[in-house]
T-cell receptor, first 115, second 112 residues
């Protein structure tokens, strides 16, 4: 299966712990996007990365959230000192290039629950 | 901030019926994508429409992009239980050309 891979699929963290979400893009794709889906909300853009570069992080909360896409390995979304409001589904998408007409393909998501 | 409104929010129909769901905005998008999402899974891309007035068909699904590139519709003919799911539209921002703005979706249930 050459689709977008995310792990873990489910993650439970206590308040104050760190959450690390991983995303491996589709084979041949070098552009990665992270979105968050809160209950009763639509998916919201968080950040756009290329290898070793953050292109647009305008949707990321200013504190506790960070993202990276290293030269080797998956993209990581890190949430430090999690709070209950961080409970959501986090989706990663990848594309062949940046911008139109490149289509974004989504992974299965990581469901984060903060207790 | 660009917003996409989807209607109806919920739709429950019998197998064999036809239906149309709508995606509307006051903003122009460079293109618009339709996804279907099932519980516990990520959105699966169905189609991308780019040109104002464009119509695309995918088996029993017909997608249309408004002339002004502000709205879109999805029509399903002879719905089947396998069509059940959350249908999401997502517009590509003209300014960024990559940032997707999603609607909240239409939850479709097709009863056998």
């Amino acid at each position: 299966n050459a689709g977008v891979m995310q792990n873990p699929r489910h993650l439970v963290r206590r308040r104050g712990q760190e959450a690390r979400l991983r995303c491996s893009p589709m084979k041949g794709h070098s552009h990665v996007y992270w979105y968050r889906q809160l209950p009763e909300e639509g998916l919201k853009f968080m950040v756009y990365l290329q290898k070793e570069n953050i292109i647009d992080e305008s949707g990321m909360p200013k504190e506790r959230f960070s993202a990276e896409f290293p030269k080797e390995g998956p993209s990581i979304l890190r949430i430090q000192q999690v709070v209950r409001g961080d409970s959501a589904a986090y989706f990663c998408a990848s594309s062949l290039g940046g911008g139109a007409p490149y289509e974004q393909y989504f992974g299965p998501g990581t469901r984060l629950t903060v207790t | 901030t660009q917003l996409l409104e989807q209607s109806p929010q919920f739709l429950s129909i019998q197998e064999g019926e036809n239906l149309t769901v709508y995606c509307n905005s006051s903003s122009v998008f460079s293109s618009l994508q339709w996804y279907r999402q099932e519980p516990g899974e990520g959105p699966v891309l169905l189609v991308t429409v780019v040109t104002g007035g464009e119509v695309k068909k995918l088996k029993r699904l017909t997608f249309q992009f408004g002339d002004a590139r502000k709205d879109s519709s999805l029509h399903i003919t002879a719905a089947q239980p396998g069509d059940t799911g959350l249908y999401l539209c997502a517009g590509v921002d003209v300014g960024s050309n990559y940032k997707l703005t999603f609607g909240k979706g239409t939850l479709l249930t097709v009863n056998p």
